[in-house]
């Protein structure tokens, strides 16, 4: 699978940005999902996860109710709403793909990467 990633950029606090992963290779309801991010000097950490139907979703507390992933198997993407966007949300977003049915919140379990997005708050 091969992953796109876009619609990062540079908001200010309380702002929104909407995420978009575009695949392609292979089936793409055969994986699971998720997005990820990594600041400076972090590790990178797992953000939200959906499942192969899009029914289950699971977010880090951090952004619970302020953001939303949601996918679209018929045109092979998935999305991140983020949403109240704050400066600690700063951070090289990616999103990933598992293979199997159910997301997971380690990145050693995604097989594939896309290239990363910029997302940018000011305070």
Same mark, same amino acid.
Do not use: H
């Given at each position: =699978?091969?992953?796109?990633?876009?619609?990062?950029?540079?908001v200010q606090?309380?702002?929104?940005?909407?995420?978009?992963?575009?695949?392609? @290779? /292979?089936?793409?309801?055969?994986?699971?999902?998720?997005?990820?991010?990594?600041?400076?000097?972090?590790? /990178?950490?797992?953000?939200? @996860?959906?499942?192969?139907?899009?029914?289950?979703?699971?977010?880090? %507390?951090? =952004?619970?109710?302020?953001?939303?992933?949601? /996918? %679209?198997?018929?045109?092979?993407? =998935?999305?991140?709403?983020?949403?109240?966007?704050?400066?600690?949300?700063?951070? =090289?977003?990616?999103?990933a793909?598992?293979?199997?049915?159910?997301?997971?919140?380690?990145p050693?379990?995604? %097989?594939y990467?896309?290239?990363?997005?910029?997302?940018?708050?000011s305070?």
């Amino acid at each position: =699978v091969q992953l796109q990633a876009s619609g990062g950029g540079l908001v200010q606090a309380g702002g929104s940005l909407r995420l978009s992963c575009a695949a392609s @290779g /292979r089936t793409f309801s055969n994986y699971a999902l998720g997005w990820f991010r990594q600041a400076p000097g972090k590790e /990178r950490e797992f953000v939200a @996860g959906i499942n192969w139907s899009g029914q289950s979703t699971y977010y880090a %507390d951090s =952004v619970k109710g302020r953001f939303t992933i949601s /996918r %679209d198997n018929a045109k092979n993407t =998935v999305s991140l709403q983020m949403n109240s966007l704050k400066p600690e949300d700063t951070a =090289v977003y990616y999103c990933a793909a598992a293979g199997g049915n159910y997301y997971y919140t380690a990145p050693a379990k995604y %097989d594939y990467w896309g290239q990363g997005t910029q997302v940018t708050v000011s305070s």
